[in-house]
């Protein structure tokens, strides 16, 4: 995986200081037991992901359930600026559920899955 950096040179009477700007979006990877979007669900459903930013530390994830939005619950850190984001959906009617998960950085990066 590569790191977007952006430079930015800020100048001073007599001196230069040079500024990294983390442009990478954070990575989202579904972890168990999510089952596959559009999956039959009986009458409960755990979204639970792992969000990696090498350069921010994740700052929101956001779960699109049927097309409405909710926040997901962040917990602490898994390593350096890995973050694990679930919901449980519960009293769910059996029928098949779409959903996308959002995740946004603190340099305001995102990433959908």
């Known amino acids: 995986m590569y790191r977007n ?3 930015v040179a800020i100048e001073f009477p007599n001196a230069y200081a ?5 442009t990478t979006a954070p990575t989202i990877t579904f972890q168990n037991p999510t089952p596959a979007n559009g999956t039959r669900a009986v009458n409960y ?3 639970n992901i ?3 930013d090498t350069g921010s530390t994740i ?6 359930w049927a097309g ?4 997901m ?4 850190s898994v390593s350096g600026n890995d973050r694990f984001c679930w919901v449980n959906k519960t009293s769910l009617s059996d029928a098949n559920y779409t959903y996308r998960v959002f995740v946004n ?3 305001s990066n995102n990433n959908t899955a």
């Open 18 to 22: 040079a500024a990294a700007v983390d």
């Open 50 to 52: 792992s969000a990696n």
């Open 59 to 64: 700052s929101v994830c956001t779960l699109e």
């Open 68 to 71: 409405v939005n909710e926040t």
């Open 105 to 107: 950085d603190s340099s």
């Open 45 to 47: 459903v755990f979204v």
């Open 73 to 76: 619950t962040i917990n602490g």
């Open 5 to 7: 950096v952006k430079t």
